[in-house]
């Protein structure tokens, strides 16, 4: 199939892209668009940040006055939230570091997606004026339907794809710029419906937030309906049904992300969207309001916690703990020490683990600091 013999050949041969974008057919800037049309890309990087940064880098370079783009592309695991997303809300973060599971934040809204190599990624570039959400789901559920035409997939009110009227197949996002716009979605083919369910739960307790929160749904991958399908089979339908609705050649475009010749800028761009500034820090402020047991020994005792976040660095701190557990003025110390510092484990610890060397010599207060500080860092 088209898209499968072109990835096949630029794997077995390296130089092939390089050629390919220089072809006269096939110039990425400005996509052999001057006289209007379209074209039809595809990454080869299954890299999350990088194939964010290639939507950014579109929608703020191309002028697409009387032209259509659609990217292709897929990453490897990742957990992608909405521009105004709170991650701690979202996601399981312990879960994803345990598992190498990126977090990336777009610039487009919408709730929080999980992405793997069983899920296509399809970004509809146009006009503001042309932006059509709706149609670009139409295409999709028409290639499926001509695909597999006993498959039961179709748009709904809010914009997203149901399988037989109750599974979720595909979200959908959108970013409107001054004069253009994408739209975004994903599809479930073959993703790790295990691995998706456990990471877009999060064990955040007593979290408060003014954060667009995700509308959790029943998911489905296509392949469960239909286990003859792969991701080739769908691309190749959905590219088919592109050209006939904008009159193109099925010629596709392959991309390199990190090729600064083609997409100057672009290393930036992709640096900048795995800052903990933008992942983290571009979070709505939001509090944290919670208690736990802590035992040492045949010794127990409530602690209860309250943080205020503000663009990913705690605002305000207070720890309160029964005094003949722990001695109040360590439990203040390390609340006064926590404000201003991310709210991050891995900072935690690292604060902590200085400021243990400041605590008295005794051994039950240090196992007791410890175990306070170990919780508290869970919370983040």
């Known amino acids: 199939m088209l898209i499968r013999r072109a990835f096949d050949i630029c794997v077995k041969k390296q130089h092939v892209f390089k050629s390919v974008v220089s072809s006269p057919h096939s110039t990425l800037s400005p996509f052999n668009l001057e006289g209007g049309g379209g074209a039809i ?22 002028d697409l006055q009387g032209k259509n783009i659609l990217f292709l592309w897929r990453n490897s695991s990742a957990v992608v939230i909405g521009r105004h997303q709170n991650p701690w809300q979202e996601c399981n973060l312990k879960l994803m ?31 503001k004026k042309k932006y059509d959400r ?5 295409m999709i559920t028409k290639s499926l339907n001509k695909l597999r035409p006993q498959m039961d997939v179709r748009p709904t009110e809010r914009l997203d794809l149901l399988l037989n009227g109750h ?15 994408y739209h975004h979605c994903t599809l479930l083919c073959n993703s790790d419906r295990t691995l998706l369910s456990s990471v877009l739960k999060s064990p955040c307790q007593g979290l408060k937030s003014n954060a667009t929160p995700s509308v959790p749904s029943p998911v489905k991958n296509l392949l469960e ?59 709505p402020k939001f509090s944290v309001s919670t208690s736990f047991k802590l035992g040492y020994r045949l010794s127990s005792a409530m602690v209860t916690l ?31 020490h926590l404000i201003g510092s991310k709210f991050c484990p891995s900072e935690t ?18 196992h007791k600091w ?11």
Not at 100 to 120: E, F, K
Not at 134 to 138: D, T
Not at 245 to 263: F, M, N, R, S, V
């Open 41 to 62: 890309l595809k990454s080869l990087s299954t890299n999350v940040y990088e194939n964010l940064a290639v939507e950014d880098w579109i929608h703020d370079n191309i």
């Open 349 to 366: 610890t690292r604060l902590t683990s200085a400021l243990l060397r400041t605590c008295p010599q005794n051994e039950e207060l240090h």
């Open 167 to 181: 599974f979720k197949v595909s979200g959908t996002a959108a970013k409107l710029g001054r004069t253009n716009a």
């Open 225 to 283: 309906e239909d286990p003859t399908l792969d991701c080739g089979i769908i691309m190749d339908s959905i590219v088919t049904e592109y050209t006939k609705q904008y009159g193109l050649d099925h010629h596709i475009i392959l991309i390199e992300p990190k090729d600064e010749a083609t997409l100057p800028g672009i290393s930036k761009m992709t640096q900048d969207l795995q800052t903990w500034e933008w992942v983290f820090g571009k979070t």
């Open 97 to 127: 570091r345990e598992h190498g599971i990126q977090l990336a934040r777009r610039r487009s809204g919408g709730g929080t997606v999980y992405h793997d190599m069983g899920n296509i990624n399809m970004t509809f570039f146009t006009t």
């Open 134 to 138: 709706m149609k670009n789901l139409n």
């Open 306 to 336: 309250s943080i205020d976040v503000k663009n990913g660095i705690i605002d305000s701190c207070n720890i309160k703990l029964p005094q003949h557990w722990l001695p109040s003025e360590m439990c203040e110390h390390l609340a006064s």
């Open 370 to 380: 410890n175990i306070l500080c170990e919780n508290v860092a869970s919370v983040m």
